[in-house]
């Protein structure tokens, strides 16, 4: 019995992370959109970008959504997964 509620607690923890396994921003010498600022915005909700000042180029781009392809070093792209969180942020 001791062993179910252990394994119930340890899933109850793992189902509250919010940050994805794959989550991502450009490492410090491709940082040309100055996205490090923004890595704890990693793992929230995509609403959470609304509270957040964002000068410059932005581009929210979400799952199956069409971008062009057009290189821009200095625009932020917030990539939005399919639970609505924010999963990665890139420079492009």
Same mark, same amino acid.
């Given at each position: 019995?001791? =062993?179910?509620l252990?394994?119930a %607690?340890?899933t109850? %923890?793992l189902?509250?992370?919010?940050?994805?396994?794959?989550?991502q921003?450009?490492p410090? /010498?491709?940082?040309?959109?100055?996205?490090?600022?923004?890595?704890? %915005?990693?793992?929230?909700d995509?609403?959470?970008l609304e509270? =957040? %000042?964002l000068? /410059?180029q932005?581009?929210?781009?979400? &799952?199956?959504?069409?971008?062009?392809?057009?290189? @821009? &070093?200095? @625009?932020?792209?917030?990539?939005?997964g399919p639970e609505?969180?924010?999963?990665?942020?890139?420079c492009?």
């Open positions: 019995m001791k =062993v179910f252990t394994i %607690l340890f109850c %923890l189902a509250c992370t919010t940050v994805a396994p794959n989550a921003i450009p410090g /010498g491709q940082d040309t959109c100055n996205a490090a600022p923004y890595a704890n %915005l990693i793992g929230q995509a609403t959470a509270r =957040v %000042l000068l /410059g932005v581009r929210i781009i979400r &799952p199956g959504q069409q971008v062009t392809k057009d290189f @821009r &070093p200095e @625009r932020i792209n917030f990539n939005i609505d969180r924010i999963v990665a942020i890139t492009t």
